[in-house]
């Protein structure tokens, strides 16, 4: 069940029924959440899981089923397609942008017009664009 495709309008039901029933996070299991489940479950005997149920159903409801998929069916989509997770596909062109980028930041280093910090720091803003 955690890899199949998550419904947006069962976990928006999940997280509006938390409003009338006494206990709630139910919606946060059938997400794969299942910490906040618990969380849920431990603070039921106060108002605030029942509020935060009550946004959570109506912002479910509010999303297109692409923003749901993309918040919550991420990895059950890339397994379903191909039995395993996929990684995102990178631009050739901006990867090579990207590489250049990185030789021009160690020449500057190695030059000492910039610090081992600061190289690093732009090298790991650089590679983040590419994931």
């Keep these: 069940m955690l890899s199949k495709p998550k419904s947006r309008k069962v976990a928006a039901l999940l997280a509006l029924s938390g409003v009338v029933m006494p206990?709630?996070?139910?919606h946060k299991f059938y997400l794969g959440q299942p910490w906040?489940?618990?969380v849920?479950?431990?603070?039921?005997?106060?108002?605030?899981?029942?509020i935060a149920?009550?946004?959570?159903?109506?912002?479910?409801?509010?999303q297109n089923s692409e923003q749901f998929d993309r918040n919550f069916n991420?990895?059950?989509?890339?397994?379903?397609?191909?039995g395993q997770p996929q990684p995102p596909e990178?631009?050739?062109?901006?990867?090579?942008?990207?590489?250049?980028?990185l030789r021009q930041l160690d020449?500057?280093?190695?030059?000492?017009?910039?610090?081992?910090?600061?190289f690093e720091q732009k090298r790991r803003q650089l590679l983040d664009r590419i994931a």
């Design 90 to 101: 990178v631009d050739p062109a901006q990867v090579g942008a990207i590489a250049d980028a």
């Design 40 to 50: 849920y479950l431990l603070l039921s005997w106060t108002p605030i899981p029942t």
């Design 107 to 118: 020449s500057l280093r190695q030059e000492g017009l910039m610090s081992e910090y600061e």
């Design 36 to 38: 906040w489940g618990v």
């Design 74 to 82: 991420l990895n059950a989509i890339s397994m379903a397609s191909s």
């Design 23 to 26: 206990i709630t996070g139910f």
């Design 53 to 62: 149920s009550a946004i959570e159903g109506v912002w479910y409801l509010l």
